[in-house]
């Protein structure tokens, strides 16, 4: 049999198929009429491999007539067009004839394609991402979801294992659609095929419930809605609608404090009727990595489950980070699951990133079998940050500490402030 693998790739996605038939010429035939439709250029001297384009609408429309071609023998060819469909006009894009499956050289190429659009200097780029990024991509696998449609773990039903309570489809049953990340938080994209009715329904009312109330105030404030649309917070003295415009009802109680005709500055405390536990945000986090991450790491968390599940308790966890992309808004939440590759025990085994909105959350997955650390001390901690150092240079991070797993009435602060106040 006679393979051969593409990959596209740009600084707003990639695509990857592959063509195979017992005859070789067949193959080469394909491979040079596809390479044929992107006229580029070789920009690294000593790698003729990598052609860098640039998208136009004559490109576009070739992509399209050559899939119309192929497409019902290569399904996956389709992607292809979705790829250069989402670029716009004048965008660069690498096409490269094999798998990109080094994270390292992912990262140069994607430099090399923001050189060209910026117009800066590729070595200089380069080098500063090196020394951001370069022990990091040596030591860990990234793997992002969210951006792209994805169905994970086994097709088949019948053959199906519950990642979260470990009983087949003997046992248990796989009826229901279960998202990786909770649906009222606006995925569309990413399902999990592992998890069954009666995980999906537990963990439905409990940890996720716990983390779209977490959320609510971002929900309604953004229009982020799951199969209701988006849904209005009815809270103990507040309401916070949309009818059509957003609107913040706000009920004083006894207890509040006077009111004063001359602050300028005013605090509101919305209290929510939900109560709900920190620790629960944690493991819901836990919850999206463990129901995105590959299958063959699974055997690693074998007690990061008995703890998702009540069956271990933790009464301290590492640290989880907060920052804003507000340069990256987001429509559908990704989830990344960062894996170590390297044999260091000493580094942590699995990170996880949520990206919601433009909320960016970082944290560690507790209780994995490889870890030698728990980055409970302020030392371990410093191990974990001397390997992500872009952490530690996140402008505005914030380290929380959502340990306490006791549940308790939720609130949050909302200031409002007059257009000609000084602060
Ligand atoms: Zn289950």
Redesign the pocket.
């Given at each position: 049999m006679y393979v051969q693998i593409f990959t596209g790739l740009s600084t707003a996605g990639q695509f990857g198929f592959q063509v195979s038939s017992d005859n070789e010429t067949n193959v080469n035939g394909f491979s040079s009429q596809f390479i044929s439709l992107f006229p580029g250029f070789c920009p690294v001297d000593n790698r003729p491999d990598i052609f860098v384009c640039q998208k136009t609408a004559e490109i576009e429309l070739r992509v399209s007539e050559f899939i119309d071609r192929y497409k019902e023998n290569v399904p996956k060819i389709y992607e292809v067009y979705t790829f250069i469909k989402r670029q716009s006009n004048g965008a660069f894009f690498c096409i490269l004839p094999y798998e990109l499956t080094s994270q390292r050289e992912q990262v140069t190429l994607v430099d090399l394609l923001n050189a060209f659009e910026q117009n800066l200097d590729f070595e200089e780029v380069n080098k500063l991402t090196s020394q951001l990024f370069g022990a990091f991509l040596d030591s860990y696998h990234v793997f992002v979801y969210g951006p792209e449609r994805a169905r994970i773990g086994e097709h088949h039903r019948g053959k199906r294992i519950?990642r979260?309570?470990k009983?087949d489809a003997m046992k248990?049953s796989f009826k229901k659609k279960a998202h990786a990340i909770s649906e009222a938080l606006g995925n569309k994209n990413v399902a999990v095929l592992e998890?069954?009715d009666?995980?999906n329904e537990k963990f439905g009312q409990t940890l996720e419930r716990d983390i779209i109330t977490y959320f609510s105030f971002y929900r309604t404030f953004y229009g982020v809605g799951g199969k209701e649309g988006v849904t209005s917070i009815v809270g103990k003295n507040f309401k916070l609608c949309r009818e059509p415009e957003l609107t913040l009802k706000y009920y004083k109680s006894e207890d509040d404090p006077e009111e004063d005709d001359h602050l300028e500055i005013m605090n509101f405390r919305l209290k929510m009727h939900e109560k709900l536990s920190l620790q629960n945000i944690y493991k819901t986090l836990c919850k999206f990595f463990l129901s995105a991450v590959r299958d063959e790491f699974l055997p690693h968390f074998e007690e990061t489950f008995k703890w998702l599940n009540g069956e271990i308790l933790q009464h301290q966890l590492p640290k989880v980070g907060i920052w804003y992309s507000f340069e990256e808004f987001l429509t559908q939440p990704n989830i990344l699951t960062v894996i170590r590759k390297s044999d260091d025990q000493e580094i942590p085994f699995a990170v996880g990133e949520f990206h919601f909105l433009f909320l960016r959350y970082v944290f560690i997955l507790p209780c994995t079998n490889t870890d030698r650390f728990n980055y409970l001390s302020s030392d371990q901690f410093e191990v974990f940050l001397n390997m992500f150092t872009h952490y530690r240079d996140m402008p505005g991070m914030k380290w929380l500490d959502l340990s306490n797993a006791e549940v308790k009435p939720f609130e949050f602060n909302f200031r409002m402030e007059p257009n000609d106040s000084k602060t």
């Open positions: 519950c979260f309570c009983k248990t998890e069954c009666s995980c």
